[in-house]
């Protein structure tokens, strides 16, 4: 005989490869002080507890007012070193949505099914970019950047360690691909899925194999007086951009599928 026992827990995050927009399931390493996070085979990081949050997790339908989700600080780092390890923030508790009963006579309920969906329930899980190492494996087509970022007038060249960068399409600033650079300043950037174009500048041929971009890196000289071993969180470059306080650069190329570019960008810091 079996016993089915119920848990609230406080919500959940996931682990995301930008380039091919799929879920990592191969379990990371998390970091998280005071707060009860386990990974399932999914590769959904499931969150049970947290500071001042045990009495929630014995309500699995929350009474009284529920509060307002606390931003807390995760470390990720991969075993397997296929992508660089980070920080990030994620939230919890996450709201619990409101199921409506079925209606009468019915077997399934739309309701509830949309309830599980909801952005930003706790049936929602947060998703966390994670950058893949220059060392990883890429796939037989897609357009592969890999680049240096070196400091200014040092010799032999310096890499500069967690530098950002993106790969922005010109014709419309569609960020393509985003990436960072390791401790040595080498960053591995890919576009999956590239295809023929059709050239709107109304001269040359009809479709275009490539697509112009500019690859852009940005870079926060405050890294550099960060100890050793310390690990970044890349939001806290991204959701700064334009900001003048860090060093950038960019280059303008033809990227297609299937090609590979070797790019060096010096920065002065």
């Known amino acids: 005989m079996t016993e089915s026992m119920d848990r609230r827990i406080l919500g959940a995050f996931v682990c995301v490869d930008p380039i091919t927009g799929n879920s990592v399931v191969n379990p990371l390493t998390v970091t998280v002080p005071q707060w009860a996070v386990k990974p399932n085979r ?18 699995f339908i929350p009474s009284g007012t529920w509060p307002a989700p606390t931003s807390f600080e995760v470390t990720l780092c991969d075993p ?33 099914q949309a309830a ?8 929602d899980p947060q998703q966390v970019s994670v950058y893949r190492a220059p060392s990883a494996p890429t796939g037989p087509n897609w ?3 890999r680049a240096s970022v070196t400091r200014a007038g040092t010799t032999p060249p310096q890499g500069l360690p967690w530098a950002v960068l993106q790969v922005v399409r010109t014709s419309d600033n569609t960020v393509l691909a985003t990436g960072q650079s390791d401790t040595n300043g080498e960053a591995l950037l890919a576009v999956a899925g590239l295809t023929i174009e059709t050239n709107t500048t109304g001269t040359g041929p009809v479709t275009l194999s490539t697509v112009a971009v500019s690859v852009n890196v940005y870079f ?31 280059q303008a190329v033809q990227l297609g599928s299937g090609q590979v570019l070797l790019m060096n960008f010096v920065l002065s810091v």
């Not at 919890?92 to 009468?104: R, T």
């Open 80 to 112: 397997g070193r296929r992508y660089l390890p980070r920080r990030a923030n994620v939230g919890a508790p996450l709201s619990v949505p409101a199921i409506a009963p079925p209606p009468a006579g019915s077997t399934s309920n739309a309701a509830a």
């Open 42 to 59: 999914s590769g959904v990081y499931v969150i049970f507890d947290g500071p001042n949050f045990n009495s929630l997790t014995s309500q």
């Open 116 to 123: 599980l969906t909801r952005s930003g329930t706790v049936f």
């Open 143 to 145: 357009a592969v950047i």
């Open 220 to 250: 926060d000289p405050g890294i550099l007086t960060e100890p050793a071993g310390w690990i970044p969180n890349p939001d806290d470059i991204l959701s700064k951009l334009p900001d003048t306080a860090f060093s950038s650069a960019n």
